[in-house]
């Protein structure tokens, strides 16, 4: 059974920094991409970011270029997200998610797993 867990979130400061993390367990195929999602009270998912497990290709979200950046360690199935000069506009659950195939691309659609998500809220 795929799992996804997320950990990291929590209640910061505008301008201040979070570091979120991503465990990824149970599958068996080796080409695939883990991206970061939000979800704002309202509002729909949307796609943050994203990296390769083939090559370590990224892929950012034009609202977070500059501030968030992404990392991974295949060895231990582990995605960060380091985010950094954080804004109210933040503030949402962030998921991460599983997809098969290499490709960075931010089409909630296009990934199968889904962890339960964690809360980031950015305070003025």
């Known amino acids: 059974e795929v799992q996804l867990v997320e950990s990291g979130g929590g209640l910061v400061q505008a301008g201040g920094s979070l570091r979120l993390a991503c465990a990824a367990s149970?599958?068996?195929?080796?080409?695939?991409?883990i991206g970061w999602f939000r979800q704002a009270p309202g509002k729909e998912r949307e796609g943050v970011s994203c990296i390769s497990s083939s090559d370590g290709s990224t892929y950012y979200a034009d609202s977070v270029k500059g501030r968030f950046t992404i990392s991974s360690d295949n060895a231990k199935n582990m995605v960060t997200l380091q985010m950094n000069n954080l804004q109210p506009e933040d503030t949402a659950v962030y998921y991460c998610?599983?997809?098969?195939?290499?490709?960075?691309?931010?089409?909630?659609?296009?990934?199968?797993?889904w962890g339960q998500g964690t809360q980031v809220t950015v305070s003025s």
């Open positions: 998610a599983l997809k098969r195939g290499i490709a960075v691309v931010l089409w909630v659609d296009e990934y199968d797993y």
């Open positions: 149970g599958f068996t195929f080796d080409e695939y991409a």
